[in-house]
């Protein structure tokens, strides 16, 4: 991919509601009028670090290499928290060393042949000539990535960094014939998304029952619809993973899950 058309994607907890994101495309534009900027999220919950790092483990994969993935979900801004850039063989992810790279270091770390990159961004020539204390996405986040996007070498921005701060996974348990996870992700649309992989259920037999609050399913849903409307079902969802649903409704109103509640998944064969 040529540098000048390099993509930026931007992942905020900004809402559409004010201008931020626009005044951070404006930065971006007026360095780099030829990069393709994308909209990735901005409707991450506010301040939700953990959110964030899923969403840009789940979807980073899915665009060409070379892209440049700007993360700004950043509580601490204006505090000494770190701005970093993580070039993977992949893609470059350009946000505040705050966890939000978690799972992805997750799976870097867990694979042979996987390398990462990582500098502290100091070098204010890169920045806007004026940086708030509270807009680092625009004064800092932005322009770095822009200018990334015109082939600055990451040197030039800052030094090498290794101790990224990594947020605790919530990771499945297995005890006897029972499979504990977790809920950890609602999306938009009610569904309550658990850190139960496809790969984790492969092996549970033809016989189980899966648990969550007093709702009981005795089955995995290859669609939606095959379960009544308004009825509750358990269904792989797009991103490998277990979701509770309610097929026509929404799972948070209807059976009152919520992030970190526990999913039990009881074989019986």
């Excluded at 201008?19 to 990735?40: A, E, F, H, R, S």
């Excluded at 030094?159 to 990224?164: G, K, N, Q, T």
Aim: aromatic share 6%; charged share 15%.
């Amino acid at each position: 991919m040529n540098q000048s058309t390099r993509i930026i994607t931007l992942t905020t907890d900004f809402g559409t509601s004010d201008t931020y994101v626009g005044i951070m495309k404006g930065v971006i534009l007026g360095i780099n009028p030829d990069v393709q900027v994308v909209d990735l999220t901005h409707a991450i919950p506010p301040q939700d670090i953990h959110d964030a790092a899923l969403s840009i483990h789940s979807a980073h994969r899915y665009f060409p290499e070379g892209t440049i993935h700007a993360i700004v979900v950043d509580p601490g801004v204006g505090s000494d928290r770190r701005a970093v850039i993580c070039q993977t063989d992949r893609a470059f992810f350009v946000c505040p060393d705050n966890g939000i790279l978690t799972y992805l270091l997750h799976e870097i770390e867990n694979a042979d042949g996987q390398s990462i990159n990582t500098v502290a961004i100091q070098n204010k020539a890169y920045y806007l000539p004026e940086v708030s204390n509270t807009f680092h996405g625009r004064d800092v986040f932005a322009p770095v990535a822009a200018h990334l996007s015109l082939g600055v070498p990451l040197a030039n921005i800052g030094p090498p960094v290794e101790d990224l701060v990594q947020l605790p996974i919530p990771n499945h348990q297995v005890s006897g014939n029972t499979i504990i996870g977790q809920i950890v992700k609602i999306d938009r649309f009610g569904n309550a998304i658990t850190n139960l992989s496809e790969s984790v259920l492969a092996g549970i037999g033809s016989t189980y029952e899966i648990r969550v609050g007093s709702t009981r399913l005795m089955r995995l849903n290859r669609a939606y619809a095959e379960s009544g409307i308004g009825k509750p079902l358990a269904i792989i969802g797009s991103f490998g993973l277990l979701e509770i649903a309610i097929n026509g409704g929404s799972a948070e109103v209807s059976l009152g899950v919520k992030w970190g509640d526990v999913v039990e998944i009881q074989r019986y064969d």
